[in-house]
């Protein structure tokens, strides 16, 4: 990028951080601006992705969609105007605090190294940090990838558990990120890395979109387990109360568990493939507790 482009998009930046400021009431500013604008990914399948055309699908687009028909409701403008806009690992958070987005329901993991900067609803799933690989690598856990290239993605807590653990193990891999999952799948398709650090229900959905699953699949331990959530600016609990309104919602009415059937245990776009992955102990529990609770 060139200085005088970087230079306009810092001032960019920041004179929206400054329309912004902390603890803003974004029910406020969607009622003034007539819109509220989701984040959805591009390769998160099954949460949040481009299965076919420009329109995302996913599991926790649904949620996000629902949360916009539950903010018409409240503010009683039923032709308000939901705007999409397409974030990464990299930028979500930065683009939510900016007032960019006003919602991000996708694959985010809840830490609490983001919740001084955000906040987090409800946690929707959960998750752990596997491998992908070609099944003619030979590749079956960690300590395979000794003195190896291995890929993951920029600004995901996967990067940071996969580096944390080479350092611990002192396994001489060179990490590669990539800017996307698709990015970082390609990495390992085209023989530049030999696996793909990531969340183990990313890499399923991945298999599922492939142009030849056969050729993949997940493998080692799972490093660590992490929930999901729904991000929201911090220091604004009417929405927040909004949007856990309708997760808990959601769980109570059975709805929850139908979408869950729909993306996890049903074939989705664009190739049909199934997922066939039960509700996880974690997730089931959390289902009782409607817990926000972060991971470390």
């Known amino acids: 990028m060139q200085a005088t482009s970087l230079l306009s998009t810092l001032v ?30 591009e390769s998160s399948v099954p949460f949040s992705y481009l299965a076919a055309g420009s329109t995302p699908e996913g599991f926790s687009v649904d949620i996000a969609n629902a949360v916009a028909d539950a903010v018409k409701k409240q503010l009683k403008k039923p032709d308000l105007k939901v705007a999409l ?3 990464t690992s990299q930028n979500r958070i930065p683009l939510l605090q900016n007032g960019t987005i006003d919602l991000e329901c996708g694959s985010t993991t809840n830490n609490t190294v983001r919740g001084k900067d955000v906040q987090f609803a409800i946690n929707h799933f959960y998750t752990g940090t596997r491998l992908l690989v070609k099944k003619a690598s030979g590749i079956k856990n960690y300590a395979d ?28 891999m060179d990490i590669q990120l990539g800017k996307d999952h698709d990015d970082a799948m ?42 999901y959530a729904c991000m929201l600016r911090k220091d604004d609990p009417q929405f927040q109360q909004l949007v856990n309104g309708v997760i808990g919602g959601m769980v109570k009415s ?17 190739r049909g493939q199934n997922l066939n992955l039960p509700m996880s102990k974690e997730l089931r529990d959390n289902l009782k507790a409607l817990s926000d609770k972060p991971t470390v």
């Open 254 to 270: 059975g709805q929850f568990e139908k979408l869950y059937t729909k993306w996890f245990i049903s074939p989705i776009p664009p």
């Open 186 to 227: 390609l990495l390992v398709d085209s023989g530049r890395a030999v696996a793909f650090a990531m969340d183990d229900i990313l890499l399923f959905g991945l298999i599922a979109n492939a142009k030849n699953p056969a050729e993949w699949e997940v493998v080692g331990d799972s490093l660590q387990v992490e929930p």
């Open 85 to 87: 806009q397409a974030v």
């Open 12 to 41: 960019l930046t920041a004179s929206l951080a400054a329309a912004l400021p902390a603890g803003a009431d974004t029910l406020q500013k969607i009622a003034e601006s007539g819109q509220i604008t989701l984040a959805y990914r």
């Open 145 to 172: 990838l000794a003195k190896k290239n291995v890929a993951s993605t920029t600004g995901t807590t996967n990067a940071q558990v996969i580096r944390k653990y080479n350092l611990e193990k002192n396994l001489g």
